[in-house]
């Protein structure tokens, strides 16, 4: 659901994230919802949508970067 995407975002804000990474399977950023959601932080948190998301986790991981995750255990379908 897309509103799962920008509560994400808003209470990675409020816990003092410095940025979101998602990979091409992640709800579109851009979908009305997903904007209205954030209540205005995707405004406020830098984000990366990556092809290799295991990869830049490994090199983010790699340079000592503390990395959090989360899934709903979905398969990427394109």
């Known amino acids: 659901d897309p509103g799962n995407l920008g509560t994400m975002f808003r209470t990675g804000e409020g816990a003092g994230i410095s940025g979101v990474i998602m990979d091409k399977c992640t709800v579109d950023i851009y979908n009305p919802k997903t904007i209205r959601s954030t209540m205005g932080s995707i405004f406020r948190v830098p984000f990366y949508i990556t092809e290799d998301l295991h990869g830049t986790l490994g090199q983010l991981q790699k340079k000592g ?8 255990g979905g398969q990427c379908m394109l």
């Open 65 to 72: 970067i503390r990395v959090y995750a989360g899934t709903s």
